[in-house]
C-alpha cells in the first residue's frame, strides 16, 4: 500500500489547493445538464471529489465537500437572483445577498451527508467505491424532501440521452445518478493507477485483477445501460392518438395580474387558440386564466362552449378561490371534452407561500409576493380526463420530484405539465426544467406535453427525448401528437425505493470495510 498512501499524504497536504480545485469541480458539474449537456463534465468532476475527501477527518470531509456545492449550486441555480430582484422587487444588493444565501443553504444541505461519509467510511479503495455514490444517491433522496425539498442538480440528468439513461425507466433518476457516480469514482482510481505507471513505470498497487474487476464493473454498467434503452416498457399504436396544441402566451409578469390588462390576456389566449379548436388537446399554461375560479364564470362558459362545440379538451392553469375556507390553490382544470380539477400539492418557497410567515411578512417586498398565499392541494387526487385518455397534470416544479410524479401517476397515459418560468427570465433555469421533465417522460415511458407561459413549450415522447418545441418568449401555439401509451415500467411500480434501499446496505457495507480495516 506505499504508492497509494503516498498518494494519500500528498493529497491531505493540498489544505486550501485542495478546496479550490473542489470549488472549481463543483462549478463545472452544471455543465452536464441542460442548456450545455456535457455529461462528460459531471463525470470528471464528481470523480475529482471522490479522490479529494478520501482519508479526510470528518470535519474536514464536510468542510471540502461544502465547497464543492458551493461551486454546484453558484453555478447552476444562481438564477434564483432574477426571481428575487427582477420579479420580487427587491435592490441589486439586497439580491445578491439573498441568492448567496440561498446557495449557501443549498449547498450546506448537499454537504451534511458528507459527514456521516467521513466518519464512517475508510481511505480503501473498496469503502470508496461502495460508499461514495451510495452517499451521493442518499443525499439527492434527501435533498427531495428535507425541508419540502429542492431537487435539482441531480447527477442523472445529465444522462438522458447517454447510455446510462437506460437504467431510468427501471429504476429511475437515481439508479442513473448511482451509475454515473460509480464510473466517475471508478475511473478516477483507474486514472491514478496509470498516472502512477506512467510516472514510475512501475506497477501502482491497483493490481491487475483489480483493475480488470473495475473495468468490467464500469462496461457492464453502460452496455446493460445501452442494452436497456433499447427495450420498450410501453407500447403505442400509431392511430391511437391525439391531436394536441400548446398555448404559449408570452404575458409579461408585471401585467398578470393587472385588472386593466386583463382584456389584453383573454384576448391574447382566444386568437391563439383560434385556429386550433380542432384539435383533440389545448393546452394553456399555469394560472393562464386571468380570473380567480369563481370569478371566471363566463369566460369559462365561452369556453365550455368554444371546447364543447368542437369536442376539443381546453386544460388549462388557472387559481382557485375556495369561498368557503377562504383559501387558494394553484390548479389545472378541464374544459369541454376535458373533466376534473387538480389542485398542486408541491408549492414553491415564497413564491406561492411564504416560510416563517410571521417573521418574514413585511420585511421586505420579496416577501410580500402576491400569489404567496397558496395552499397546498390534498394527496390521492384523482387525474384528468381529455377525451377517452386518462391525463396526470403536475404544476410547475411538481415535476422535478420523481416519487410525486409516480405516486400521482395511477392508470394515465399521457402526462401533461404546466408552468410559469418567466420568473426565471432568459437564464438556464428554464432549460433545467425542461430537462426533468424529459426525464420523468423517461422514467414512465409515456409521452409529456408541457405547456409554459414564455417557453419553453413542447412534447416529450416515452424516450424522453423532445419531438417538439417551440421559441423562448414569443406568442405562438405550437401543434403536435401525442400516443396513447400501455403498460408500465418497472419504476412506475417500485419508485425510487429499490435503489435508495441498495445504497443504505451499500453504505453500511462500506462502513464495515472501515472496522475491518481499522481492526
Same mark, same amino acid.
Not at 387 to 399: G, H, M
Not at 431 to 454: C, D, S, W, Y
Given at each position: 500500500m506505499q504508492a497509494d498512501d503516498e498518494f494519500v499524504a500528498k493529497r491531505k497536504t493540498l489544505g486550501w489547493r485542495g478546496d479550490l480545485v473542489a470549488l472549481g469541480a463543483g462549478a463545472m458539474l452544471p455543465l452536464s445538464f441542460a442548456p450545455y449537456n456535457y455529461w462528460f463534465f459531471g463525470l470528471l468532476a464528481v470523480g475529482l471529489l471522490a479522490q479529494l475527501l478520501r482519508d479526510l477527518s470528518s470535519k474536514r470531509t464536510w468542510l471540502r465537500s461544502l465547497v464543492f456545492g458551493l461551486g454546484m449550486y453558484g453555478t447552476g441555480v444562481s438564477w434564483v437572483y432574477i426571481s428575487i430582484h427582477d420579479f420580487g422587487f427587491t435592490g441589486a444588493a439586497p439580491a445578491a445577498l439573498m441568492t448567496a444565501a440561498f446557495v449557501s443553504f443549498l449547498a450546506l444541505v448537499f454537504s451534511l451527508p458528507f459527514i456521516l461519509y467521513g466518519r464512517c467510511v475508510a481511505k480503501s479503495r473498496t469503502a470508496v467505491l461502495l460508499g461514495f455514490p451510495a452517499i451521493w444517491v442518499l443525499g439527492e433522496w434527501s435533498r427531495s424532501w428535507f425541508l419540502t425539498g429542492f431537487p435539482w442538480l441531480f447527477m442523472g440528468y445529465g444522462h438522458i440521452s447517454s447510455p446510462l439513461g437506460g437504467w431510468a425507466p427501471l429504476a429511475g433518476v437515481y439508479a442513473v445518478s448511482f451509475a454515473a457516480v460509480f464510473t466517475s469514482t471508478a475511473l478516477g482510481f483507474l486514472l491514478l493507477y496509470l498516472e502512477k505507471r506512467l510516472r514510475k513505470n512501475t506497477l501502482h498497487n491497483l493490481s491487475i485483477s483489480y483493475v480488470s474487476i473495475l473495468l468490467g464493473i464500469t462496461i457492464f454498467i453502460w452496455s446493460a445501460g445501452f442494452g436497456l434503452k433499447n427495450i420498450a416498457w410501453t407500447s403505442y399504436s400509431e392511430e391511437d392518438k391525439l391531436t394536441v396544441s400548446i398555448v404559449q402566451p408570452n404575458i409579461p409578469l408585471a401585467l398578470k395580474w393587472n385588472p386593466l390588462y386583463r382584456p389584453q390576456i383573454v384576448k391574447t389566449l382566444l386568437s391563439l387558440s383560434s385556429k386550433h379548436w380542432d384539435s383533440d388537446i389545448i393546452l394553456w399554461p399555469e394560472a393562464a386564466i386571468p380570473f380567480m375560479y369563481h370569478d371566471a364564470d363566463g369566460f369559462v362558459a365561452e369556453l365550455e362552449h368554444l371546447a364543447s362545440?368542437?369536442?376539443?379538451?381546453?386544460?388549462?392553469?388557472?387559481?382557485?378561490?375556495?369561498?368557503?375556507?377562504?383559501?387558494?390553490?394553484?390548479?389545472?382544470?378541464?374544459?369541454?371534452?376535458?373533466?376534473?380539477?387538480?389542485?398542486?400539492?408541491?408549492?414553491?418557497?415564497?413564491?406561492?407561500?411564504?416560510?416563517?410567515?410571521?417573521?418574514?411578512?413585511?420585511?421586505?417586498?420579496?416577501?410580500?409576493?402576491?400569489?404567496?398565499?397558496?395552499?397546498?392541494?390534498?394527496?390521492?387526487?384523482?387525474?384528468?380526463?381529455?377525451?377517452?385518455?386518462?391525463?396526470?397534470?403536475?404544476?410547475?416544479?411538481?415535476?422535478?420530484?420523481?416519487?410525486?410524479?409516480?405516486?400521482?401517476? #395511477?392508470?394515465?397515459?399521457?402526462?401533461?405539465?404546466?408552468?410559469?418560468?418567466?420568473?426565471? #427570465?432568459?437564464?438556464?433555469?428554464?432549460?433545467?426544467?425542461?430537462?426533468?421533465?424529459?426525464?420523468?417522460?423517461?422514467?414512465? #415511458?409515456?409521452?409529456?406535453?408541457?405547456?409554459?407561459?414564455?417557453?419553453?413549450?413542447?412534447?416529450?415522447?416515452?424516450?424522453?427525448?423532445?419531438?417538439?418545441?417551440?421559441?423562448?418568449?414569443?406568442?405562438?401555439?405550437?401543434? #403536435?401528437?401525442?400516443?396513447?401509451?400501455?403498460?408500465?415500467?418497472?419504476?412506475?411500480?417500485?419508485?425510487?425505493?429499490?435503489?435508495?434501499?441498495?445504497?443504505?446496505?451499500?453504505?453500511?457495507?462500506?462502513?464495515?470495510?472501515?472496522?475491518?480495516?481499522?481492526?
Open positions: 362545440e368542437n369536442n376539443t379538451a381546453l386544460i388549462a392553469g388557472i387559481l382557485y378561490d375556495d369561498t368557503e375556507e377562504e383559501k387558494y390553490y394553484n390548479s389545472i382544470m378541464g374544459i369541454g371534452a376535458a373533466e376534473n380539477i387538480y389542485f398542486k400539492q408541491r408549492l414553491v418557497p415564497f413564491g406561492e407561500y411564504v416560510p416563517l410567515e410571521a417573521m418574514l411578512r413585511g420585511i421586505i417586498a420579496f416577501f410580500d409576493l402576491p400569489n404567496s398565499v397558496i395552499n397546498r392541494g390534498p394527496p390521492h387526487q384523482a387525474n384528468l380526463k381529455a377525451r377517452d385518455f386518462e391525463v396526470a397534470p403536475y404544476i410547475c416544479y411538481e415535476v422535478v420530484y420523481p416519487d410525486l410524479v409516480a405516486a400521482n401517476l #395511477g392508470k394515465a397515459a399521457v402526462m401533461v405539465t404546466i408552468s410559469n418560468d418567466a420568473w426565471f #427570465g432568459n437564464s438556464i433555469g428554464p432549460l433545467q426544467h425542461f430537462q426533468m421533465a424529459q426525464m420523468r417522460a423517461l422514467e414512465h #415511458g409515456k409521452f409529456m406535453i408541457r405547456g409554459t407561459n414564455t417557453g419553453l413549450s413542447g412534447i416529450i415522447n416515452d424516450k424522453g427525448e423532445i419531438t417538439l418545441t417551440g421559441t423562448q418568449f414569443v406568442a405562438e401555439t405550437l401543434a #403536435g401528437e401525442v400516443y396513447r401509451t400501455h403498460g408500465h415500467t418497472p419504476f412506475s411500480f417500485t419508485h425510487s425505493w429499490p435503489i435508495i434501499i441498495l445504497c443504505v446496505l451499500l453504505f453500511l457495507l462500506a462502513c464495515m470495510l472501515k472496522r475491518q480495516h481499522t481492526d
